[in-house]
């Protein structure tokens, strides 16, 4: 879907909403027959929760700009979590959902440990911490654990993310964007390979077109 509006495919995005929409609808379908709740109850719970999160649309309170929507929201949103279940014990992190994208959820995990001071000052404190990560998982590579590897890859990503939340980049997009580029030079590569395949041509035959295809289009 992100692909589908990054494009501003409208065939492929209503597509795309046809395929969550389905999913919507068939999980509120077995909840029903499991005597849950219907999606009239769905559509019903997310009306009200508009509402209930939108007092300066909804009721009489006021907000002046984006910011003071945002700190309203979180106040409100606090507040449901308290009146959620009093018996329930809850961490700061448990209101960060597991099932979102794993970025998306590393960024939340940061931000919501940020409220109480645990967080880098500033993004400068997150270089030295990129090496340390780095230097970890070169460790464990050199040792063939790929256990360890993956938990130290997995190690070096969260601090990306947060390097990119300090910077107030979206690592998701930021990414999608380097994809977006890898594709475009890529197939630039194949098209100054010209006759001869992409596997046909030796590492270093590789570079050289990459290095090509990196240039602006006028040099080339």
């Known amino acids: ?19 969550l929409l ?16 219907t999606i009239e109850d769905v559509a019903a ?29 979180e106040r ?29 959820e ?9 409220k109480v001071g645990f967080d880098w000052p ?9 090496l340390e990560e780095i ?3 070169k460790l464990e590579t050199m040792k063939g654990d790929l256990e360890a590897e993956t938990e130290e890859l997995g190690d070096l990503l969260f601090t990306v993310v947060h ?5 107030k980049i979206d690592p998701e997009f930021a990414l999608r964007a380097a994809n977006a580029k890898f594709r475009r030079r890529f197939a630039l590569m194949e098209q100054l390979a010209e006759e001869k395949a992409l596997e046909k041509c030796t590492s270093e035959e590789l570079e050289e077109l990459w290095q090509k295809a990196k240039l602006p289009a006028t040099f080339i």
């Open 163 to 167: 390097l990119a939340r300090h910077r």
């Open 22 to 37: 389905l999913q919507i609808l068939f999980y509120s379908q077995l909840a029903a027959e499991a005597g849950y709740f």
């Open 106 to 114: 590393a960024a939340k995990l940061g931000k919501q440990a940020a």
């Open 45 to 73: 719970n997310l009306n009200a929760k508009l509402i209930r999160r939108h007092p300066h649309v909804f009721a009489s309170a006021t907000a002046d700009d984006a910011d003071e929507v945002k700190v309203q929201w």
């Open 122 to 130: 500033d993004h400068r404190g997150l270089f030295p911490k990129l």
């Open 76 to 104: 409100i949103k606090a507040q449901e979590k308290e009146h959620a279940s009093a018996s329930k014990e809850s961490g700061l992190l448990d209101g960060v959902p597991r099932h979102m994208p794993a970025m998306m």
């Open 135 to 137: 230097d970890e998982l």
């Open 1 to 19: 879907m992100f692909d589908a509006i990054e494009r501003r495919s409208w065939p492929d995005l209503k597509d795309e909403l046809g395929d």
